[in-house]
């Protein structure tokens, strides 16, 4: 009989924390989607076990130095984003991007195009928000050789991580930062990487975010930079959003940019 009880009670355990792992799970999916774009500041939350959000849009940026200046116009920017757990996602990530270089107001011929490196990683929520204890997720990435166009294509594989940490301020702001560190452009030394993004909703619809982002390389000057846009909530499924920003130190003279995320969830 003893033996009874303890297997009758494990079971409404088991079936309690099931229920509320479904509650939850249902709970985000009902809420408006969380995407890791406009901003250079990645989400400290995943998806969703199921869910498949794609997160895309175009951008341009120029950058000049005396009489030469440097445009690069990014077709396509997906990040593809699949729930493997409610607490685990895959990401894809793939840029179609196009060069021009002018000298003196004239347009050289030798326009560079191409794929950037494939974005492969994951994101793992690590603890959910509790007071002053931020919502944290764990994300990574990889960048094959061998998935770049000729163009774009670096001679080491690149690799990054960060930690992406938010807080609720109150019912219409929020502050979202990433730390970490990154190994790419063909060069072997770390750079340390940081964001610090705020965000706030204007309306139940719209929203607009400010942040500074850059990267700190251990035997090289620093980059910072700047960004700020908008958000439009169509439904709870589908966003979009435009935004401009330009750089801190050299390096970026503009940056403006437009995109939608688009979010399926799994047949109930």
Do not use: C
């Not at 849009?57 to 200046?69: H, V």
């Not at 980059?223 to 050299?250: E, K, P």
Request: cysteine-free; glycine content about 8%; charged content about 20%.
């Amino acid at each position: 009989m003893k033996s009874t009880k303890i297997l009758f009670a494990s079971l409404l355990i088991f079936i309690s924390l099931k229920s509320i792992a479904q509650e939850n799970s249902n709970s985000k999916l009902d809420n408006p989607l969380v995407t890791d774009r406009p901003d250079a500041t990645e989400a400290s939350s995943t998806v969703g076990k199921g869910v498949l959000q794609f997160e895309t849009g175009g951008l341009y940026e120029s950058f000049q130095t005396n009489n030469i200046k440097n445009e690069s116009y990014t077709y396509n920017t997906m990040l593809i984003r699949y729930g493997l757990l409610d607490n685990l996602e895959l990401r894809l990530g793939w840029d179609f991007v196009e060069g021009v270089t002018t000298v003196n107001g004239n347009k050289l011929d030798n326009v560079t195009s191409g794929l950037s490196p494939l974005l492969l990683g994951l994101k793992l929520d690590i603890a959910e928000e509790n007071g002053a204890m931020p919502e944290i997720a764990l994300i990574g990435h990889v960048f094959p050789v061998f998935s770049a166009g000729q163009d774009y294509r670096p001679e080491t594989t690149g690799v990054d991580f960060r930690l992406s940490l938010s807080h609720t301020l109150n019912e219409k702001s929020s502050l979202g930062y990433n730390i970490g560190a990154q190994w790419s452009d063909d060069s072997s030394e770390a750079a340390a990487i940081y964001t610090l993004a705020y965000g706030y909703s204007i309306s139940d619809k719209w929203g607009m975010y400010a942040e500074v982002y850059g990267d700190l390389p251990e035997d090289s000057s620093a980059n910072h930079f700047w960004d700020a846009g908008f958000t439009y909530l169509a439904s709870n499924d589908l966003q979009f959003d435009a935004y401009l920003g330009t750089s801190i130190t050299d390096g970026q003279d503009l940056l403006v940019g437009m995109g939608l995320s688009y979010r399926i969830k799994p047949k109930k």
